[in-house]
């Protein structure tokens, strides 16, 4: 099993949509995870940590539920320039590697 | 602030020609390195990564090599291209501080790679 998977998308949406990306890991010890944007022949660059509690930044939510093993990302009143790649990224323990999805793709169409 | 330095942006090879691409990271000291390959459509695969100086670990076993010759210099080396090098190369880093938590990787700004 893949320690971090993701729906590969495409996802397709109007401007104005609120837009839903899931992110499922396989390792129930998982301390740290992030959310990455990665537009089209660019590196990935942090969009947002995700935290316990759930974090908001904008239109932007990141949740976590540990009982199921996922990590969320909620895209709200989307925009054309939200267009881009969406990884998500999970570390084991403190210091140690991250574990990347490979990645959903979000297109909004005006 | 930190920064990370990756060149070339882009590389034009022959097969079985050498390879070497660096990356260095500036504002902080010993950070953590990792190189990936992302080939087209595909996810990032990591390829190497350092704790430290002189110390490379690898998780795919392949013709490509890493050194680390000094604290926030990180190299990526081949002796012999092959086809299947093709890609988009990204070094990463980041804090080796143990005291750190919820620290995420910052990545450069990649070298694409054809192999021709």
């Known amino acids: 099993r893949k320690e971090v998977e993701q729906d590969p998308g495409p996802f397709n949406v109007p401007e104005g949509a609120t837009v839903a990306f899931n992110c499922t890991y396989s390792n129930s010890a998982s301390q740290s995870f992030f959310w990455y944007r990665q537009d089209c022949r660019k590196e990935p660059k942090l969009l947002m940590s995700?935290?316990?509690s759930g974090n908001e930044d904008g239109r932007f939510t990141a949740q976590l539920n540990r009982a199921s093993q996922y990590i969320s990302l909620l895209i709200r009143d989307s925009k054309l320039s939200d267009s881009a790649t969406y990884l998500c990224?999970?570390?084991?323990?403190?210091?140690?590697?991250?574990?990347f999805g490979r990645g959903t793709q979000l297109t909004v169409w005006p | 602030s930190q920064t990370i330095h990756q060149w070339p942006a882009t590389l034009v090879q022959p097969v079985g020609s050498p390879l070497s691409l660096e990356c260095t990271v500036e504002?902080?000291?010993?950070?953590?390195l990792y190189w990936y390959r992302q080939a087209a459509g595909r996810g990032l695969q990591l390829l190497f990564y350092s704790v430290g100086i002189g110390q490379i670990s690898s998780e795919v076993p392949q013709n490509l090599s890493a050194s680390r010759p000094q604290d926030r210099q990180f190299i990526l080396s081949s002796k012999k291209l092959l086809l299947s090098d093709s890609g988009f190369y990204l070094c990463?880093?980041?804090?080796?501080?143990?005291?750190?938590?919820?620290?995420?990787?910052?990545f450069g700004d990649g070298t694409r790679l054809s192999i021709l």
């Open positions: 504002g902080t000291s010993n950070p953590n």
């Open positions: 995700v935290y316990s």
């Open positions: 990224a999970v570390r084991r323990s403190t210091l140690g590697r991250l574990y």
């Open positions: 990463a880093w980041s804090t080796g501080f143990r005291g750190a938590r919820n620290q995420p990787q910052h």
